[in-house]
């Protein structure tokens, strides 16, 4: 996991402004849920085994191009993932990469990489004049209702960098669980969801156990059906999202 150092709040809030969005970044739904009863994995999921520093980068790289032809045109070495994530800091003093930056290229490599279903997520190239070009492979699917929305706040207030992959992992399910529901409306996730997820009971559990020490969610019981199609109410364990705390209260300076 990375911390929040003041080179990182500054990095963080530096994406966050050079991609031009509003509030929100939305990704399909299909990103995250299977849609086909062939399939036994999403993006997300093949994402998450690929590690921690993988999937943060390659949704910062979403967030940082979001039109067509999704590139980013800037020199960025593999030292400045390392920094904004708080993978470590670097600094005159301090100039040698270091565990953190070795890290992150190997994360970009394997985002480059022709391993999975998806295909490589990231292509680079050096253009005259220009320099290195990041072109990012947008998740699939078409942006219609229901999509996945992660508030900017996600970066700029910190929390991408004291989340573990497992508990980005069940945030961004969960967003899509919430898409048409208020924050404060009792959200049960069946075993069933959960498999649309292709996410274990392991990192179900430790991913909301997580969330909820961060604040960014609470449980509770109610009396709910099982999911849409049941009529079998029952007390259940149900999530709330604190939407309003992630976006009003920056992250702890180090995961808890």
């Given at each position: 996991?990375?911390?929040?150092?003041v080179t990182a709040?500054r990095?963080?809030a530096?994406?966050?402004?050079?991609s031009?969005?509003?509030s929100t970044?939305?990704?399909?739904?299909?990103f995250?849920?299977?849609?086909?009863a062939?399939?036994?994995?999403?993006?997300?999921?093949?994402l998450f085994?690929?590690?921690e520093a993988?999937?943060?980068?390659y949704?910062?790289?979403?967030?940082l191009?979001?039109?067509?032809?999704?590139?980013?045109?800037?020199d960025?070495?593999?030292?400045f993932w390392?920094n904004?994530?708080?993978?470590?800091e670097r600094?005159?003093?301090?100039p040698?990469p270091g565990?953190?930056?070795?890290?992150?290229k190997?994360a970009?490599?394997?985002?480059?990489r022709?391993?999975s279903?998806?295909?490589?997520?990231i292509k680079r190239?050096?253009?005259?004049?220009?320099?290195p070009?990041?072109?990012?492979?947008?998740?699939?699917?078409?942006?219609?209702a229901p999509?996945?929305?992660?508030?900017?706040?996600?970066?700029?207030r910190?929390?991408?960098?004291?989340m573990?992959?497992?508990?980005?992992?069940?945030?961004?399910?969960?967003?899509?669980?919430?898409v048409?529901?208020a924050?404060?409306d009792?959200?049960?996730v069946?075993v069933?969801?959960?498999?649309r997820?292709a996410m274990?009971d392991?990192?179900?559990?430790?991913?909301?156990?997580e969330?909820?020490?961060?604040?960014?969610?609470?449980?509770?019981v109610?009396?709910?059906?099982a999911?849409?199609?049941?009529?079998?109410?029952?007390?259940?364990?149900?999530?709330?999202l604190?939407s309003?705390?992630?976006?009003?209260?920056?992250?702890?300076t180090?995961?808890?």
């Amino acid at each position: 996991m990375g911390v929040v150092t003041v080179t990182a709040k500054r990095l963080l809030a530096d994406v966050v402004r050079n991609s031009g969005r509003r509030s929100t970044v939305q990704i399909p739904a299909s990103f995250a849920r299977i849609s086909e009863a062939a399939q036994t994995s999403t993006p997300l999921s093949r994402l998450f085994v690929r590690g921690e520093a993988a999937l943060k980068l390659y949704l910062t790289l979403v967030l940082l191009t979001r039109k067509p032809p999704h590139e980013l045109f800037r020199d960025i070495n593999d030292a400045f993932w390392a920094n904004l994530f708080g993978f470590e800091e670097r600094s005159g003093t301090n100039p040698a990469p270091g565990a953190g930056t070795r890290r992150v290229k190997r994360a970009l490599a394997m985002l480059e990489r022709d391993e999975s279903p998806d295909g490589p997520l990231i292509k680079r190239r050096v253009e005259h004049g220009r320099g290195p070009v990041f072109t990012v492979v947008p998740p699939p699917g078409p942006l219609q209702a229901p999509y996945i929305t992660l508030p900017l706040e996600l970066w700029s207030r910190g929390w991408i960098n004291v989340m573990t992959a497992r508990a980005l992992y069940v945030y961004v399910c969960l967003r899509l669980m919430f898409v048409s529901k208020a924050d404060s409306d009792p959200v049960h996730v069946s075993v069933w969801e959960r498999q649309r997820f292709a996410m274990s009971d392991d990192t179900w559990q430790r991913g909301v156990a997580e969330l909820e020490r961060l604040r960014l969610i609470r449980s509770d019981v109610a009396v709910v059906a099982a999911d849409d199609w049941s009529s079998d109410r029952r007390p259940r364990k149900v999530l709330y999202l604190n939407s309003d705390y992630l976006r009003e209260n920056d992250s702890p300076t180090k995961p808890v």
